[in-house]
């Protein structure tokens, strides 16, 4: 039964850390501009 425990807390403790770390990367702005990181791939910094 205690191994039983272990695998919970720890499945608990990982489920935390994440957590964690999601909001940590919203709270850094992350997610903030989608759009501007997936068109600059298109753009030739060639051309001026």
């Not at 489920?15 to 030739?44: F, H, K, P, T």
């Amino acid at each position: 039964m205690s191994g039983f425990a272990l695998i919970i807390a720890a499945a608990f403790g990982f489920g935390l850390c994440a957590l964690v770390l999601l909001l940590w990367a919203l709270g850094s702005g992350q997610y903030d501009d989608l759009e501007g990181e997936a068109n600059r791939i298109l753009l030739d910094e060639d051309e001026e």
